[in-house]
Each structure stands twice: as structure tokens, then as C-alpha cells.
């Protein structure tokens, strides 16, 4: 399968390009600077675009069969996030024009406002907060893709980030803004990213959550 990872330089995103190149992938992988991947492989291609560009995006799409996005964006003091929602609307646009019709793409748990309500007290009252500007983003992307009826998205909605790589570990999901327990509290609060890069790429041959938003963990 041909795929275009956004994000490819980050650290889900490189998980994402090594696993998807071990599977036997052709690897597009976009960044904003090329020197950050170090990957090297016959089936990577690396190229540089502008992720809120729909024409420079376009190019680099073409050809293949889906886009897989760890785009992410940090939180500001100063100003609001704006980066999930204008990179999306640009990515959306340039898959039309290239004729890609399936994306799968990262975002978090807690990202709809009213979901923490059984999250640990440090997490709700203290983590949150923090973040709270880059969920709302997030939350305004999911909002966005709702409303893409042309194009076979899936949200996967991890919970907190560890740098560590793919594990045999199952994978609980729900569709919803966390992984419930059997008493309705979070079940755990992080996962590591080469299970998320384990799980989006799963996606690829699965009809399972399109047009859905996953969250999970391992178990």
C-alpha cells in the first residue's frame, strides 16, 4: 500500500514510518524539515510541504492510497491553537484534488469538553487545564471531519504519550473520548507510541472505524 504520514518527523509519526516500511509499505513521508527523519529506505520517500497549503500538499499525495496524520501542535499561553483544524481543512482539500479518500488521524482522549468527569483528580484538575487549548482544537477538527462525507475518515484517540516502541499488547477500544473500565473510570492513562503507530496502521485494510472516532489503550 502507498501511504503519505504526516507528521512522519515527530515521535509517533516516526513509528509510524518505521513500522509501516516493515510491513512492506511505500512510505511518503511528509515533513516541514527533512533533515529531523533519519530514516533511510528504498520504499521512503521524503519530501518537504506545507501542511496548511492544500497546493503544496497536493503533489505529494497523488498516487496514493491513504494518509495516515500525527500532526501535532503545542499548547500557548498567548494565543489559541488553530493548527489541528487549518492543517485538516488544507489536508481534506489537497486528498480531494489527489483523489485519496481514506485518512486516518491522531488526536487524544478528553478532547469533547464534557468527557473528563471521571478522569483521575490530577489529570482533571491539573493536566487538563494545561492542555485544554490543544483538546479544543482537536475537538474542533473531529467537529470538521463529521461534516466530510466524501472522504473515509477514522479518529484513534490515544490517551497520555510514551516514548516506547510496538508491544504484542491487546488493544481495548470504544468508541468515545476514553477507554472505559468495568466501573466506568478510565482505564489507565497512557500507552506507548508505537502501539498508536501499531494500531493506526492496522486500520489500513479495515472497515471497522471509518467515519468514527476510537479511543484506546493497551491492555
Not at 497536493?58 to 500525527?70: A, E, N, Q, R
Not at 488526536?107 to 485544554?132: G, K, V
Not at 463529521?146 to 510496538?166: A, E, H, M
Not at 499488547?169 to 466501573?183: I, K, N, Q, R
Request: net charge positive.
Amino acid at each position: 500500500m502507498r501511504i503519505a504520514v504526516l507528521g512522519a518527523s515527530g515521535q509517533t509519526g516516526q513509528f509510524v514510518v518505521s513500522q509501516a516500511l516493515q510491513q512492506g509499505h511505500a512510505v511518503t513521508a511528509v515533513v516541514r524539515n527533512p533533515d529531523k527523519l533519519t530514516v533511510h529506505h528504498d520504499n521512503l520517500k521524503v519530501v518537504e510541504a506545507d501542511v496548511f497549503s492544500a497546493d503544496s500538499l497536493k503533489p505529494h499525495l497523488k498516487g496514493t492510497d491513504v494518509v495516515v496524520s500525527c500532526l501535532g501542535f503545542s499548547t500557548s499561553f498567548f494565543s489559541s491553537v488553530t493548527g489541528y483544524t487549518l492543517s485538516m481543512r488544507a489536508v481534506i482539500a489537497a486528498m480531494r484534488e489527489a483523489r485519496v479518500n481514506r485518512i486516518v488521524a491522531m488526536t487524544s482522549w478528553y478532547t469533547d469538553p464534557n468527557s473528563a468527569t471521571q478522569s483521575p483528580y490530577l489529570i482533571r484538575f491539573l493536566l487538563l487545564p494545561l492542555i485544554r487549548s490543544v483538546l479544543s482544537n482537536m475537538w474542533e477538527m473531529e467537529q470538521y471531519l463529521r461534516q466530510v462525507d466524501d472522504i473515509n475518515w477514522t479518529v484513534v484517540r490515544p490517551p497520555g504519550l510514551k516514548n516506547l516502541p510496538s508491544s504484542a499488547l491487546e488493544f481495548l477500544t470504544h468508541e468515545g473520548f476514553f477507554v472505559p473500565d468495568e466501573g466506568g473510570s478510565p482505564a489507565g492513562s497512557a500507552m506507548g507510541r508505537g502501539d498508536v503507530a501499531r494500531f493506526m496502521l492496522s486500520l489500513l485494510n479495515s472497515n471497522t472505524w471509518v467515519k468514527k472516532g476510537v479511543a484506546i489503550i493497551t491492555k
